[in-house]
C-alpha cells in the first residue's frame, strides 16, 4: 500500500513539475488556414535527409510516408504588431503556408512564433522523435554590420534551435527593415518517425509586402 502511495505522489510531484511552455499561457484567436501537400519543392539532398531521420527504418528500408496536421501561434511581443490580437493558425494535414502580409501590421516591433505538431488530428502526445530543417528563401543582405538571411539555397537542420524556442516563447522575430523576412522566409520540414511511418509536415514562410527580400518570389 506505501508503495502505491508512493508511486502515486512521484508521478504528481512529476506532472506538476512540466514547465508549459510560455506561448501557450497566452490568449489566442484560432482560424482555420488552406493546406498545402503538393507542389512543395526541396532539394533531392533534403528529401534523403528526410527519409533518414533516426528512426524513421526498419531493415534499413525507409518507413511509408504520411502527412499530419500543424498549429502555428502568433503572438505579440510590442502590444500591436499583430494588431492587438494572438492567433492560432490550424493547418491539415501536410501544413500549408503563411503570408505574415496578413497578420502584422506595418509598424515597427517583436513577435514570437511557435509550432505544434498534430498527429491524427491531435497534439502531438507522447513527443515522438522529431526533426526540423529549414530551406531557406530569404536573401543574404547587410544591416550595418550586420549580416541577415541565409541565402539562396541554402538548408539547415535547425532542430536543437527550434526545440529550444518551443520550449518558451516560439521564434521571435522583428519587423524593423524587414528583419522578420530575413529571419523567417522560406520552408520549415517537420519529420516525426512514428508508428512505424515517417509522418511529414511543412510551413512555409513569407510576407508579400517584402518580395524583394525573398530568393523565389
Known sequence: MKSVVLLVLVAVTLASCTKVPRYKKKAYSERAMNSVTAGVELPVSLWAKLEAVPGAKAANEPWPTKFFGIRVFLSEKNRGILGGTNHELVYGEGGGELDLADFLQTKNGSFHIAVEAMIEGRPEKPKPVRQVFYLSNAVKRHL?????????????????????????????ANTTAGRHVSTLAGTYFFAIPYEHHLYLAHLTIKDSRFRVLHCRR
Not at 550595418?144 to 521571435?172: L, P, R, W
Request: glycine share 24%; charged share 15%.
Open 144 to 172: 550595418g554590420n550586420e549580416a541577415v538571411g541565409a541565402g539562396c539555397g541554402t538548408y539547415h537542420d535547425i532542430t536543437g534551435f527550434f526545440d529550444g524556442a518551443m520550449k518558451s516563447e516560439g521564434i521571435q
